[in-house]
């Protein structure tokens, strides 16, 4: 069974301050991870993937995001935040199905920046 | 230019009523999607398609079906419309290789009471 573990639901943090969002996987396949943003009320946008090499990754905006194997984890990260970073950011693995592939999302982290 | 599209982007139903939500990408991906979000959730996929006139059941089809008449365009449809089918339905679109990389529509509330 694959699965995407966000264990936080809601994090606040102040603009300008780091940010760590965590995400674990399940999955006895290879692994292809991403991550997404959503802004309320819009759909989810692409931010950043990884398969393989370097494990740390660079998405849009001055995300990154670090693949663990020994940890099962794909964490994503911010070194100074602003306000238009709220949102809510899900992590998803990538897993076969009848031929072809699709995404298993976890459940999301709230992320809210204050001013 | 929004290369995914949905319409309607919010729509009231009635409980036993056809609903159709339809959907458009100008990405020339093969891969289209539909999910539900529920509130304080993650994304689901109901079905999906890698090609035209074919469809494939994701992990919560019952209770909705399928189109793809064209490469670019993709429709849910829900033939008898329930109350625990009030969602956001998400409409994504995938090249053959990038399914971990989808483009999403807005998104389309359906309320069904």
């Known amino acids: 069974t694959q699965t995407v573990s966000q264990s936080d639901a809601h994090v606040t943090v102040f603009e300008g301050d780091s940010v760590e969002l965590r995400c674990n996987y399940s999955y006895g396949g290879s692994i292809y991870l991403s991550w997404y943003i959503q802004h309320h009320g819009h759909g989810l946008q692409f931010l950043l993937k990884y398969y393989s090499g370097n494990p740390v990754v660079q998405g849009v905006n001055g995300f990154e995001a670090e693949f663990s194997k020994s940890d099962s984890s794909f964490h994503l990260r911010k070194a100074s935040v602003h306000w238009s970073d709220s949102a809510v950011y899900f992590c998803a693995v990538r897993k076969a199905s009848s031929g072809s592939w699709q995404l298993i999302f976890g459940s999301g982290t709230q992320l809210t920046v204050m001013p | ?113």
């Open chain 2, 1 to 113: 230019e929004a290369a995914v599209t949905q319409s309607p982007r919010s729509k009231v139903a009635v409980t036993g009523g056809k609903v159709t939500l339809s959907c458009h990408q100008t990405n020339n991906h093969d891969y289209m999607y539909w999910y539900r979000q529920d509130t304080g959730h993650g994304l689901r996929l109901i079905h999906y398609s890698y090609v035209a006139d074919s469809t494939e059941k994701g992990d919560i089809p019952d209770g909705y079906k399928a189109s793809r008449p064209s490469q670019e365009n993709f429709s849910l449809i829900l033939e008898l419309a329930s109350l625990s089918q009030t969602a956001v339905y998400f409409c994504a679109s995938s090249d053959d290789w990038g399914a971990y990389e989808q483009y999403f529509g807005p998104g389309t509330r359906l309320t069904v009471l």
